[in-house]
């Protein structure tokens, strides 16, 4: 008797226990492990990979020091060396032209280069803007604050991108097709290069478009990660506080969050949760 009792007791133990394998977070129906890159560094912004040199450039925020309140930083994903890049001041921006192998950080007063020997960086041009983003597609766009103007610079002159003249834009990315995604203080919005229009994608409160080794587009909100395939937005991840994403060479998600730079690492656990896409509405056009 004292037997069978503790047999059903052990099955409804058994019973009510939820599972929970498949808490966290979740990326294309794997789950995924965080292994910290870089702790303490705080809210780190618009993360950029050099693939040639497996470098991670980011902004970070210096709170508590009054000279800059923000510096730009690298991180070497193979050995972990990291350092705060000098010679610019309020480093805010960074991108990287992976072609010609070249780092482009955008601060106070200005677009600079960075020097991998030195680990300096060196003034290049449009020293009378405060440069809020840097965008590498075939030439170097650029945002300027707080005007929230898009630039490119090109041959050695900057030049308004004549497709977002009539708009603000804070943020932007060009994707492999010419489209032009720009976010501004309303949502993401998307100039269609094949309509020569804008339109409206979503209320997504972006905080840095990144794109991956072959072009392709992602985005980050305070609430999680996003891909752009074509006119397709999907839901990659639910992570809170993020601040910034970058795609490794073998396509694994970087991402920053208050206090550390975290990658994703996948588990042989698989999880199938509701695709959660949102297709871009051709019909509505500004
Ligand atoms: C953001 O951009 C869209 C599209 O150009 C525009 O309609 C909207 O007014 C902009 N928002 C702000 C705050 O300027």
């Known amino acids: 008797m004292r037997i069978?009792?503790?047999?059903?007791?052990?099955?409804?133990v058994h019973c009510r226990v939820?599972?929970?394998s498949c808490d966290g977070i979740i990326v294309h129906n794997i789950k995924h492990e965080k292994e910290i890159l870089k702790h303490d560094i705080d809210s780190a912004y618009q993360l950029a990979i050099d693939y040639d040199t497996?470098?991670?450039?980011?902004?970070?925020?210096?709170?508590?020091?009054?000279?800059?309140?923000?510096?730009?930083?690298?991180?070497?994903?193979?050995?972990?060396?990291?350092?705060?890049?000098?010679?610019?001041?309020g480093g805010f921006a960074n991108s990287v032209d992976n072609r010609k192998h070249k780092v482009y950080l955008g601060g106070n007063n200005g677009?600079?280069?960075?020097?991998?020997?030195?680990?300096?960086?060196?003034?290049?041009?449009?020293?009378?803007?405060?440069i809020w983003q840097l965008f590498y597609k075939n030439k170097l766009y650029f945002t300027e604050?707080?005007?929230?103007?898009?630039?490119?610079?090109?041959?050695?002159?900057?030049?308004?991108?004549?497709?977002?003249?009539?708009?603000?834009?804070?943020?932007?990315?060009?994707?492999?097709?010419e489209n032009i995604f720009f976010s501004n203080s309303s949502g993401l919005y998307c100039y269609k290069s094949d309509k020569s229009k804008i339109i409206s994608v979503g209320e997504y409160n972006v905080n840095g478009f990144t794109s991956d080794i072959n072009g392709n587009l992602f985005f980050s909100t305070p609430e999680g990660l996003y891909s752009i395939n074509g006119q397709e937005i999907k839901l990659l991840a639910n992570i809170d506080n993020v601040y910034g994403l970058a795609?490794?060479?073998?396509?694994?998600?970087?991402?920053?969050?208050?206090?550390?730079?975290?990658?994703?690492?996948?588990?042989?656990?698989?999880?199938y949760s509701e695709?959660?896409?949102?297709?871009?509405?051709?019909?509505?056009?500004?």
Not at 121 to 126: E, K, Q, R, V
Not at 252 to 263: K, P
């Open 145 to 177: 604050y707080p005007n929230e103007k898009a630039y490119y610079y090109e041959n050695g002159v900057s030049k308004k991108v004549p497709e977002l003249e009539e708009t603000r834009a804070m943020l932007l990315a060009v994707d492999n097709n």
């Open 111 to 130: 677009i600079y280069s960075f020097d991998f020997d030195t680990k300096r960086a060196f003034y290049i041009s449009d020293s009378d803007k405060n």
């Open 54 to 89: 497996n470098t991670l450039f980011f902004s970070f925020s210096t709170p508590h020091d009054s000279s800059d309140v923000f510096k730009s930083a690298y991180l070497n994903l193979k050995n972990n060396e990291y350092g705060i890049i000098t010679g610019i001041p």
């Open 247 to 271: 795609i490794e060479g073998d396509n694994s998600i970087i991402y920053a969050d208050m206090n550390s730079i975290v990658r994703l690492k996948p588990t042989k656990t698989v999880c």
């Open 4 to 12: 069978l009792i503790g047999f059903t007791l052990l099955v409804l």
């Open 275 to 286: 695709d959660k896409k949102t297709i871009v509405d051709q019909e509505n056009q500004l």
């Open 18 to 20: 939820v599972d929970r």
